[in-house]
């Protein structure tokens, strides 16, 4: 069951080799599914939830959930947090990104 204000997904990059190369190591070394959603991002369920994406080089992306996104991200800012990408809607349901007092970018989503 999903928690308001808990880790619920990680999102990592696989710009530096092909998605079929990441999902091959991961499934010889370790076993992992996947479940392709395009040809540039493929997800996992093992153990915590997540993801791989070509589309960028970014570092991993921790992922909180919210069952209320709007009171989640004034509660960010309030505590001073600064938002980086307002609320968007994105393939099963709607986040936002924030950076915290020390620069780690997370974000927070909700169905």
Do not use: C
């Not at 970014?58 to 505590?79: H, M, N, R, W, Y």
């Amino acid at each position: 069951m999903r928690k308001n204000g808990k880790l619920d997904y990680i999102e990592m990059q696989a710009a530096g080799g092909t998605l079929d190369s990441v999902k091959a190591f991961y499934s010889a070394a370790f076993g992992w599914t996947f479940t392709d959603y395009g040809p540039t991002y493929s997800s996992f369920a093992e153990g915590l939830d997540g993801g791989f994406h070509t589309e960028s080089a970014a570092k991993p992306l921790p992922i909180l959930f919210s069952t209320d996104l709007e009171g989640s991200q004034k509660a960010v800012e309030d505590a001073g947090g600064r938002v980086v990408k307002p609320i968007y809607p994105f393939p099963g349901g709607r986040r936002f990104h924030f950076l915290d007092p020390a620069g780690n970018e997370l974000a927070v989503w909700a169905e």
